[in-house]
């Protein structure tokens, strides 16, 4: 089995200091939630994301919401074959149990991980669908003991996606970043045992996400 890890993912709660900024207050009464309860979000928090920490690699759900869903809607996960994790910017890790239905909606994929931010578990007839736990990537690593780290990212060898997908093994890792822009920092990159780029131009991770599993698919099903 393998495992996929969409790493440093634009997907975490308003932090402190951003929660007093008014289009965090005004987003958050809309909603009826707490600052502190909601997703930070760019489309709503653009004033208030200004100047902050890593801020091209932040406030995107939207585009981790496209990856999961392209990445627990195939064969290879819903047959059991590849265990999927969120590592997010703030060193969270979100485990994902067997064939978990992801809302296509965004507003309720929204709820759902607020709601998992807050209880910390969603489980339905006795089964864990989604946990989340604090967690740096070099810990999931640890935890996942992958005999191979594959990352994919503008910075590495130029390659392609089917040449890269002959190199997967059984208990192969694949780290795909989970940002709108930018590359992976250091303390991610050091854990990569190969590093490739699939082109010269930069690709949302959706895509590569959808292109990688699939050319990995052929491999094993056709």
């Known amino acids: 089995m393998i495992s996929l890890i969409l790493s440093e993912s634009a997907l975490e709660l308003v932090p402190s200091e951003l929660k007093h900024h008014p289009s965090v207050i005004s987003h958050a009464r809309k909603l009826g939630k707490r600052t502190s309860e909601i997703l930070l979000d760019n489309s709503w928090h653009f004033a208030a994301m200004k100047g902050i920490k890593n801020e091209m690699k932040r406030g995107r759900p939207d585009l981790v ?31 994902f149990g067997q064939n978990v239905h992801v ?7 929204e709820g759902l991980i ?19 736990k604090e967690k740096t990537f070099p810990e999931l690593l640890d935890e996942i ?6 990352g994919l990212s503008t910075k590495g060898t130029l390659n392609s996606y089917e040449k890269i997908a002959a190199e997967i093994s059984d208990n192969t890792c694949i ?22 780029s699939i082109g010269n131009e930069s ?6 996400v959808a292109r990688m599993l699939y ?6 099903f056709m």
């Not at 050319?215 to 094993?220: A, D, L």
């Open 103 to 109: 809302p296509k909606s965004y507003h309720r994929f």
């Open 203 to 208: 690709f949302e991770g959706h895509v590569v």
């Open 215 to 220: 050319e990995y698919e052929k491999t094993i």
């Open 175 to 196: 780290v795909i970043g989970g940002f709108q822009k930018g590359n992976f920092s250091d303390s991610i990159e050091n854990k990569i045992s190969t590093l490739y």
């Open 65 to 95: 919401h496209f990856s999961i869903l392209e990445a627990t809607t195939i064969p290879l996960y819903l047959q059991n074959k590849m265990k999927f994790f969120v590592h997010t910017t703030d060193d969270k890790v979100i485990y």
């Open 114 to 132: 607020e709601k998992l931010y807050q209880e910390k578990k969603i489980i339905t007839n006795n089964d864990v669908l989604l946990e989340i």
């Open 145 to 150: 003991n992958p005999s191979k780290v594959i």
